[in-house]
């Protein structure tokens, strides 16, 4: 992308009624506003990755399936990571999770932000989160951003504009978009 390093924003969500792709678009474009990075969206929907179905356990390898060995390549490629993940029942997605196990070398030292969404904004999402990055030694920015949704949003499918709904968390996500940046430059 025009020679600037690639931060991959992570879709945590899966589910078919999910918010995550405009949230996470949002993001990406406070991004593209506040950084010379270059920004892509990846959706784990359009992933097909299987609960463990490589032989070897993935610190250990090596990958024999084509969508792990393309889910390695995607991964290695990125300079650094943006989560964006709703909180589910006090926790992340399990196709997150499984996304983030499928690999291990590939996330070791990438420099990283978790920025979670829900009713109570994900701090409990957040801590499990940065718990299992920590694990892959993936380096994470201290603040994780919580976005605090109404619950016309979460349960009643209301329509939002997260610039005008969303106006009071963009502070903190600019910033920590803003200290990771600063991170892959020191990289």
């Not at 949704?149 to 009071?168: D, W």
Request: net charge positive; proline share 7%.
């Amino acid at each position: 992308m025009d020679g600037l390093k690639t931060v991959l924003l992570i879709m945590g969500s899966t589910r078919a009624s999910r918010i995550g792709p405009a949230i996470t678009e949002w993001i990406a474009g406070i991004g593209r506003a506040e950084t010379k990075l270059a920004y892509e969206i990846v959706d784990l929907a359009q992933w097909h990755l299987p609960m463990d179905d490589e032989p070897a356990i993935p610190a250990i390898g090596p990958y024999t399936q084509p969508h792990t060995q393309a889910w390695s390549e995607k991964i290695a490629a990125a300079a650094g990571i943006v989560f964006v993940t709703p909180q589910y029942n006090w926790g992340y997605p399990a196709a997150l999770k499984n996304a983030i196990d499928h690999l291990y070398r590939e996330w070791h030292g990438k420099p990283a932000i978790i920025v979670t969404y829900g009713g109570h904004g994900g701090s409990r999402c957040a801590k499990q989160l940065r718990q299992v990055a920590a694990s892959v030694k993936m380096k994470i920015v201290s603040k994780a951003p919580g976005i605090t949704l109404s619950n016309a949003i979460i349960r009643e499918n209301a329509p939002f504009e997260p610039e005008r709904e969303f106006r009071r968390h963009k502070k903190p996500i600019r910033k920590a978009l803003v200290k990771l940046a600063r991170n892959l430059k020191a990289a």
